[in-house]
């Protein structure tokens, strides 16, 4: 059986599978990116609730898997040689584990960097500028008399759903026919946006039909229905 003690996350979220690849996380849309992809591809993992409500990913054991203080996070057992592998950041983590059972990436070299492109994407513009137009539209920062921050976010969102809009016209996902990684970076994003964050209207969410369309197929597979709620709260 692996033994994973020499984790200190495991002293507080210990594995009842250690031979599973551990995932440490919450349903949020850079969270459940990673439990998307595992209900996908059909990978055995064992999902930890780390509740960042009550600060859990600042705790030290958390820090000492992510010291950057942010779900997801993941340990795989079996990873390269055999040997454990303490992975952090969502984006790398999809990679990680469509190259490791080679689903969800196109084996084509050109096709494969495509792909990776728009995960990019979407962890340096669509992530960052959605969740600061969550935070200026619906938490804290709406109380802020001063409205550019707002209107910034908003405008900014609004360019990157136009940004989709074009790729996705003539396309049933992001890369055409194949159902990807790119995809699924996304889907908890642009979920997020028109349902939690209630910024549908703000952005004018009906002019882009094609994202809609796009978001309602991701929304029907089985695997994002399940990965949405993973993990459970206690």
């Known amino acids: 059986m692996t033994d994973l003690s020499a984790f200190p996350i495991n002293s507080r979220w210990p594995a009842q599978h250690p031979d599973r690849l551990q995932l440490y996380s919450t349903a949020t849309p850079n969270g459940v990116k990673v439990s998307i992809v595992l209900e996908e591809i059909g990978l055995p993992y064992e999902p930890h609730f780390v509740n960042i409500g009550q600060d859990e990913s600042w705790t ?3 820090l000492s898997l992510n010291p950057n203080g ?3 996070s993941i340990i795989d057992p079996n990873g390269p040689g055999g040997k454990p592998l303490p992975l952090f950041e969502s984006g790398a983590i999809l990679l990680y584990l469509a190259e490791k059972t080679g689903k ?3 084996e084509d070299p050109a ?3 495509e792909t990776i492109q728009w995960v990019f994407f979407q ?3 669509v992530g960052p500028m959605f969740g600061q137009l969550g935070f200026f539209h619906k938490f804290a920062g709406r109380e802020i008399s001063d409205k550019r921050p707002l209107e910034r976010y908003r405008n900014e969102s609004r360019r990157l759903l136009g940004v989709l809009e074009k790729r996705l016209d003539g396309r049933k996902w992001i890369m055409g026919d194949d159902y990807t990684i790119a995809d699924i970076s996304m889907l908890g994003w642009v979920r997020n946006l028109v349902g939690f964050y209630e910024a549908g209207e703000l952005v004018g969410f009906a002019d882009f039909g094609n994202v809609a369309a796009w978001l309602e ?3 029907a597979r089985p695997a994002v229905q399940r990965g949405l709620n993973i ?3 206690p």
């Open 111 to 113: 096709l494969r960097y």
């Open 217 to 219: 197929r991701g929304l």
């Open 104 to 106: 969800l990436l196109p």
């Open 231 to 233: 993990p459970a709260k």
């Open 123 to 125: 962890m340096a513009s």
């Open 70 to 72: 942010k779900i997801p």
């Open 60 to 62: 030290p054991e958390f």
